[in-house]
């Protein structure tokens, strides 16, 4: 059984940062791509970064500069570290696993984690 559990999201001024961590558990994360999408009130979900096994990336152009996706195969974990925060940053970011495509998502969703980014 696939398991993605989210971590690291929370409410944070204009300009700051923040971490998020997602552990994958099952055997598919070391033969998988990975990514992180996000959810806007009233919007679709849209991509924010993926990456592949071998660690090459795809980053929205939207958060270009600012964003950084990796990846610990030995800890099972992606992580996405989000600099120069901004209010349109705001949405639930879920992580998403499986498949090898740095285009398109996997079949794995986890439960979603909240980014509040406001003075």
């Known amino acids: 059984q696939v398991q993605l559990v989210e971590s690291g999201g929370g409410l944070v001024q204009p300009g700051g940062s923040l971490n998020l961590s997602c552990v994958i558990s099952?055997?598919?994360?070391?033969?998988?791509?990975a990514g992180w999408y996000r959810q806007a009130p009233g919007q679709q979900r849209e991509l924010v970064a993926r990456?592949?096994?071998?660690?090459?990336?795809k980053t929205a152009d939207s958060v270009k500069g600012r964003f950084t996706i990796s990846r610990d195969n030995a800890r099972n974990t992606v992580y996405l570290q989000m600099n120069s925060l901004k209010p349109e940053d705001t949405a639930v970011y879920y992580c998403?696993?499986?498949?090898?495509?740095?285009?398109?998502?996997?079949?794995?969703w986890g439960q979603g984690t909240q980014v509040t980014v406001s003075s």
């Open positions: 998403n696993g499986g498949g090898n495509s740095i285009l398109y998502a996997g079949a794995y």
């Open positions: 990456i592949t096994v071998d660690g090459s990336t």
């Open positions: 099952g055997s598919i994360f070391r033969f998988s791509a």
